[in-house]
């Protein structure tokens, strides 16, 4: 049996949710047994997310070997064990860049190049790449909506791709959304039967409904839509708010997307085991005790500018059997002690990675409290450089004490440039991108968390810990307890005498799942939990009068 596709295309609006169920979709047909992957085909003319705002797309994922792209392959990757690459994303600046060096070089023998055949050709190789033995299944997003100017390429491409490939081996989903109307208590059909509409028009019949509501919807609207939409009433699936994102894949499979899939496809698998998520979810929405994480940074506005991060702390608090409240801080309001009251009422706080010199201070200030008051903190990639800068000054008394990044001309530069790296003019050029190894040092929280004493983490930063006041920071009690095999770099820093104080040069996050918590995470959320657990029986006893 060669390779199945499947495309996930989505209309009427954005933001209905693809990303989570491409990702479901993979997770179901994994659980029965295939060997899946995936892709997320964005429309945008940027090569890659690594330099728009956060505020404007979100978190930039990083895979193992160094890619920067879009967020939904994070889900991709905490849905199912397959490991993205930089051949999982693929965007419309991309696509245009080859084609382009390609004429310049003289590849196309003269010929007009043209959106069909050279830009849809590329697109299909794209795709076809990820195919071939080894992989069963590739599940192909494609952002945007069904009737932007902007994704009309990729459309005209999966509609190729049938040809390509044979059409028994296609499988065309389309996500819609059926609105709500309050006031004529009512949910509307009509939008996705539009939406479909121009998808037919473009050449591409869907297989597939997978219907967004707010609620699950009756058998009649079900009909409604399998007739005006050219599919049968069992072909239109339901994917209505639910507690739990992770509850999703068990949502799908309770109506049976996965014998319909393999039903098109031509496949048979087992029925697929979904028992650990049944058990993530019972544990993301029972868990009697609750710890409250701060979250410090800039973009804490744009939930998805951290997703990972927050999504790496549920996993951590389901391990931990705790509910996770976050409470989101603005690192630029945390101006004086007063702001810095709000940090009273946490558990753990957790300071982010980040770019530019913005709200940097209040993240020191916060630092500072955590490290004097005793709360469990976690610094990544800028939290470390800000826990170091903290360190720097108000433990070592280097006065103004900073990064290179945020001031040039700083007496203690704790923070530098690479020299390798000053002379790089590209941005792109002087960034630390991918997995790098990293040594654990025996008797340190770092180690006793991993249990082993080599790791490989994913980083995204430009400036490291500078090597020349690391004996000053070290003489003081500020623990380098992960380096660079060679022991050339800094990747994690430790207090020993502090509940919980670890920060670590990479990001974490990146390689944590509802299935496989990262040993980081846990570890803070258990630290956590156990500041927690200190201040509610402290509470009783000054209650009971002891």
Known sequence: MGTKYIFVTGGVVSSL??????????????????????????PYINVDPGTMSPFQHGEVYVTADGAETDLDLGHYERFTHSTMSRLNNVTTGQIYKSVIDKERHGDYLGATVQVVPHITDEIKSRIA??????TDVVIVEIGGTVGDIESLPFLEAIRQFAFDV???????????????LSKAQELKTKPTQHSVKA?????????LLICRAREPFDENNQRKIAMFCNVAPGEVFQAYD?????????????????????RKLGMDLDSPDMSDWEEICRRLTTAADSVRIGVAGKYISHHDAYKSIYEALRHASAANNVHLEVVKIDSEALTDEESLEALDSIDGLLIPGGFGARGVEGKIRAVTTARTHGIPFFGICLGLQCAVVE???????????NSTEFDEDTEHPVIDLLATQRSVTNMGGTMRLGGYDCVLAESSRAREAYGVHMIRERHRHRYELNNRLRPVLEEHGLLASGTAPDNSLVEIVEI???????????????????????????EFLAAAKRRMLSRVESAGARRSGR
């Open 496 to 522: 020993r005498d502090h509940p919980w104080f670890v920060a670590c040069q990479f990001h974490p996050e990146f390689q944590s799942s509802p299935l496989s918590p990262h040993p980081l995470f846990r």
């Open 17 to 42: 949710g693809k990303g989570i169920a491409t990702a479901s979709i993979g997770c179901l047909l994994e659980s029965g047994g295939a060997r899946v992957t995936m892709m997320k085909c964005d």
């Open 199 to 207: 998808l037919r028009e473009i050449g591409i019949q869907p297989d």
């Open 391 to 401: 360190f720097a000054r108000n433990a070592c008394g280097l006065t103004g004490a």
């Open 166 to 180: 044979g059409r028994e081996n296609v499988l065309y989903i389309h996500l819609t959304l059926l609105p709500y």
């Open 129 to 134: 790449a990820l195919g071939g033995e080894g």
């Open 242 to 262: 639910v507690d739990e994102i992770y509850r999703i894949p068990l949502v799908f499979r309770e109506q049976g997307l996965v014998e319909v899939i393999l």
